[in-house]
């Protein structure tokens, strides 16, 4: 997912500016998605991988242990554990604060302790969520006295997608983030929102950096297929920020008006669906024949789906903070496509306004969706080319530049 490609992204473009990664991580874990490709370009990585004792692990081992029975009570057995799991999960949530990766604290510390030990690292950087990370970072620094950057994906204490079911779990949630924000010789955020919301807590505001996420370069030197149907395409996890149901309604609406057939228009979905729900949705909307629902892809093949789109299709329901920006938002600027945003005024959208030919509609106006899939269409068939600025108006979105300003980061504290 985003953070993966973020820190993938800065460990592949370190040593062009000098600096050697060593990657402190978890061995394998039961994960919905596993995608090999994100490791093209990191041959000179230094990775240690550690075991843990977070259900994710644990999930793991105990699938291995299945596989390597092949018997048929472990078949049999199958079903319950998933719900095991998922019971593990939201138990383990509500136990561990800030989050269930502290169980993997213990194995990192060890290897962590080594690793300072017997070579030169001259900066930490921990990144988050999982926020525990940041504790790790933090004792170590303390102890070696190790100059730090701590990167923050997400928001953390009241963020968005951190777990708080209860007043206690917000309290101590609200004092780990401040130690951390504290400690730190930098913070690193993904948006001007998320820095405007640290910057009310009791600390230098100087050491607030925003360097968004980005995209690859080499990932969009493809050229687009030839193709007389119309390709819309939408990448990105749908879930609690990507509800897709107005705009299929809309999508029906627009189809039953037009009288397109599916040789026509095709409707792209590219990722996971953790409602679903969405299969359902097309079913219920009569879309089956115009929908091509792919689920989670490696990034190579999304990234060329992307280039091929005669049109993009940006969704964030109503409900993030206003400084969210969906980590699609700078692949999708890298494609040079049109973009049809349905979305509320977020960081991301205005990120999109300023750098490509964007249509901007409400996720509750649905006569508007409708409207805009019509403009597109009609410039689509007589060929009309939107224009773009400059390529290298997005170049400061590129990964390598990104890292490099991580790197400013480093120079400045070691």
């Known amino acids: ?38 490791l093209k370009g990191l041959e000179h990585c230094h990775t240690v991988r550690t075991e843990s004792l977070d259900p994710l692990r644990l999930f793991q081992k105990m699938a291995a242990i299945r596989r390597q029975r092949q018997s048929q009570f472990a078949a049999q057995t199958a079903p319950q554990a998933g719900l095991l799991k998922r019971l593990a999960l939201a138990l ?33 950087l921990s990144s988050g969520p999982p926020h525990s990370v940041h504790l790790l970072a933090y004792v170590l620094k303390k102890r070696y006295n190790v100059p730090w950057v701590a990167d923050l994906r997400d928001g953390w204490a009241g963020g968005d997608f951190q777990p708080e079911p209860t007043w206690l779990h917000r309290l101590i949630n ?89 040789a026509d228009i095709r409707l792209h ?42 049109l993009l299709l940006y969704l964030v329901s109503e409900g993030p903070f206003s400084g969210f920006i969906p980590g699609k938002t700078f692949e999708y600027l890298a494609a040079r496509k049109p973009v049809l ?35 597109f269409y009609v410039e689509f068939k007589t060929g009309k080319r939107h224009s773009m600025p400059p390529k290298n108006s997005i170049l400061s979105f590129s990964r390598k530049t990104l890292t490099g300003r991580l790197v400013k980061l480093f120079e400045e504290i070691v």
């Open 92 to 124: 383990s949530n509500f136990i561990f604060v800030p989050d269930n990766k502290l169980l993997w604290l213990p194995f990192s510390w060890r290897t962590a302790n080594r690793l300072l030990a017997q070579e030169n690292h001259r900066v930490l």
């Open 1 to 38: 997912m985003g953070g993966t490609q973020r820190m993938a992204g800065f460990a592949r473009h370190l040593p062009a500016y000098g600096w050697q990664p060593t990657v402190l991580t978890v061995k394998d874990v039961y994960y919905y998605a596993r995608d090999v490709s994100l």
């Open 269 to 310: 979905f590219i990722g996971s669906d953790l409602t679903g729900r969405f299969l359902k949705l097309v079913d219920r909307f009569n879309l089956n024949p115009f929908v091509n629902y792919e689920g989670y892809v490696e990034h190579e093949r999304a990234v060329r789906l992307l280039g091929q789109a005669d």
């Open 174 to 262: 609200r004092k780990m983030q401040a130690h951390i924000l504290n400690g730190a010789d930098r913070i690193v955020v993904v948006s001007n929102g998320l820095a405007a919301q640290l910057a009310q807590e009791r600390l230098n505001k100087q050491k607030i950096v925003v360097i968004t996420n980005g995209f690859e370069e080499a990932d969009f030197q493809h050229r687009p297929a030839a193709d007389k149907c119309f390709d819309i395409v939408h990448a990105g996890t749908i879930g609690n920020f990507v509800q897709p149901e107005p705009f299929l309604q809309a999508f029906r609406d627009f189809l039953h008006e037009t009288g397109l057939e599916p």
């Open 341 to 375: 945003a349905v979305s509320p005024d977020i960081e991301g959208l205005k990120i999109l306004q300023a750098h490509t030919a964007v249509r901007w509609l409400s996720p509750r106006d649905t006569d508007g969706i409708g409207l805009a899939l019509k403009a």
